[in-house]
């Protein structure tokens, strides 16, 4: 079949398996990495924030003009505005992790649905066709017993063999005389 054939429910199912079978292999070790991932990820963000709030602060003291420190004041809500948005990204970030992994396993799942839904109809296809294998071979068995009872029965009203091979011989003979011409008939009865 070309590339562009899709695969059967049994060949999509058989990668699947194969697929899960290795992602539960390295799972715990995907955990991990991830997991070291993301804290490095959150600590290098607090890190930066913690250091721009450090320098606002060293700022404070320097700054004496009203305009100045109303942009202080301005620069540290933004600081803490960001934090939060940090903060709510990582949660988002996670929940569309969980989205797509929801996806994925989704779309497994219904090549697994729709390849227990082939199994099911191939088990009833056999179901349906062993039923009426079993129900031929009762009647074929009932008629072989109804014609074993029958030839059973039939010696009782049978004529004996013997019997049977004189009336077939006479028969014979009977025919015989019929076929010979009546005038080879005739010529022995004047012959004689």
Avoid: W, Y
């Avoid at 990495?33 to 404070?60: H, P, S, T, W, Y």
């Avoid at 059973?152 to 011409?181: C, K, N, W, Y």
């Amino acid at each position: 079949c070309p590339t562009s054939c899709p695969p059967t429910p049994q060949a999509a199912f058989a990668h699947l398996a194969l697929a899960f079978r290795c992602d539960v292999f390295t799972l715990r070790q995907r955990v991990q990495v991830e997991k070291r991932a993301r804290d490095a990820a959150e600590e290098n963000i607090q890190e930066e924030l913690g250091q721009c709030r450090a320098a606002l602060e060293r700022l404070g003291p320097s700054c004496t003009d009203a305009g100045c420190k109303e942009t202080l004041e301005q620069l540290q809500c933004s600081l803490a505005v960001l934090a939060a948005a940090v903060e709510r990204a990582t949660g988002a970030a996670e929940k569309l992790g969980a989205v797509h992994q929801e996806a994925r396993m989704s779309r497994a799942v219904e090549v697994m649905v729709q390849h227990v839904e082939n199994l099911k109809r191939h088990h009833m296809r056999e179901h349906t066709e062993l039923e009426e294998m079993k129900r031929l071979i009762q009647q074929n068995s009932r008629n072989r017993q109804l014609a074993e009872t029958q030839d059973d029965a039939e010696p009782r009203l049978r004529p004996h063999p013997l019997t049977r091979t004189f009336q077939q011989g006479s028969a014979r003979r009977r025919v015989s005389i019929a076929v010979i011409p009546k005038q080879l008939l005739v010529r022995t009865r004047v012959g004689g």
